[in-house]
């Protein structure tokens, strides 16, 4: 950390989050039966993001798919060039 506080190096915090756009069922007790129409089966949306150490940067990256080694070079590419 005091490295990357003197500028010495960059330090990110990197993590994917992966969210799944369903409907679900859920009860409710009234007089009468009600169906709400929902779209059918499952749409993952995935998050590749790094968080910068010391500026609190996010950067993030987005997909409609799973996060997987083509994802992580990608994030890495937008990162600054401390390579």
Excluded: W
């Excluded at 990197?14 to 969210?19: I, L, R």
């Excluded at 998050?47 to 994030?75: F, M, Q, R």
């Amino acid at each position: 950390m005091e490295q990357a506080r003197l500028g010495m190096i960059y330090l990110f915090f990197m993590d994917a989050a992966h969210f799944v756009l369903s409907p679900f069922l859920g009860y409710l007790y009234s007089l009468s039966v009600r169906f709400i129409k929902s779209s059918s089966g499952r749409q993952p949306f995935s998050v590749l993001g790094a968080l910068n150490a010391i500026t609190k940067e996010i950067v993030t990256i987005t997909d409609h798919a799973y996060i997987n080694s083509a994802s992580v070079c990608a994030l890495l590419e937008k990162l600054p060039n401390s390579f």
